[in-house]
């Protein structure tokens, strides 16, 4: 049985949500829905659930980016060589796999992060690119050797997740629903190989700030002697598997009271990349650069769509080999990723000195968090396409 209560009580704990959100426990009975056609009995459990809280009972102020449990989750499997054809909402809990589980034995895993954010003055919400995150999970999916849903299957997926948890989207200006789809060699394997079968999962959780200092500027330290990726490696697809090699000295360089890491490339060790997870850009006048993204880089949705947007406003933006001596005179520095959104950096630090840039309302990384933001949650008119609204 899945054991739903318990993240519940957690969150509770923490002064987050009150004891009332947990009474949809009361309808696990009602444990999964097809994500197409549903039954008449499925439809009706499934609107009762939605219709006894419409609104989750959470303090919005305190909002962080932490895990705050969600009600429902969207499940899809596969076995290898076949297709994913559909899925099914179950409730918000804990997975069965197999202790040689592809995922577990060999890391073979994807996940992709994107937000829903309430639409103001109505009832529905807007997903921001989905097709850009579906797409780079096939990608993805092509280099573990991995069944990939299709785009419509991935938006589909998504767009059932925020429906399905629509009262715990944020109010507007209070954060997002950060949603996160997970692809893995769900099957048992003992040899090293591909796993015999894949599950795909999205799941979803309300959430504010990334960072603890929240809006305000963040400081950097440049790692010389720990790599986040390789040529030739995953550097530059969302596998899991680059994540947990970071946290050593993401570690480090917290208890010294930086915020992240931002690292160097591994051969020369002199060219910028990116931080623990997020993208970083320079500004020097009016030129914006960044890291190409050349296979050791994850190539950022909110990346490729700062860059549109600044060179849409004059900004002349160059994607190229970064050498770390242009932090010196930068005027300014911000990083960019789904979970930061435009984090402006105060001060790097590297081999000692420290090198601080300009912050503050009219910096051109404020303006750009302001046009990418008005966007995303629809203050203003989209004339990009690039929001997806879910009624």
Known sequence: MIQASSYFKEAEGRGLVSASTRTFSKFTRCRSFASRAASSLQQECFDTVRSVEENAEIDWDKL??????????????????????????????????????????????????????????????????????????????????????????????????????????????????????????????LGLAPAPDYMFMVYAAPVGTYFKEGLAPINLVIDDTVHRATPGGTGGVKTITNYAPVLKAQAQAKSKGFTDVLYLDSVNKKYLEE????????????????????????????????????????YQVEERLVPVEELIDADEVFCTGTAVVVAPVSSITYQGQRFQYKTGAETVSQKLYKMLTAIQMGLEEDKKSWTVEID
């Open 275 to 314: 931080a623990s997870s997020c993208n970083i850009f320079i500004l020097k006048g009016n030129v914006i650069s960044t890291p190409a993204t050349m296979g050791t880089i994850l190539p950022g949705i909110t990346r490729k769509s700062i860059i549109e947007i600044a060179r849409d406003h004059g």
């Open 64 to 189: 962080g980016f932490g895990l705050v449990p969600t009600d429902y989750m969207y499940v899809m499997r596969c076995s290898n060589g076949v297709k994913f054809s559909s899925g099914v909402l179950n409730p918000y809990g804990n997975i069965e796999l197999s202790p040689s589980s592809g995922v577990l034995n060999y890391g073979q895993g994807l996940f992709e992060g994107l937000k829903a954010y309430r639409k103001e003055g109505s009832s529905g919400f807007l997903l921001f690119r989905p097709e850009e995150n579906a797409l780079r999970m096939k990608m993805g999916a092509e280099r573990m050797c991995m069944p990939s849903p299709s785009v419509d299957q991935f938006i589909h997926a998504v767009k059932e997740t925020v429906l399905a948890n629509k009262r715990w989207v944020p109010p507007q200006g209070k954060g997002s629903l950060y949603i996160r789809p997970l692809l893995i060699g769900s099957g048992p394997i």
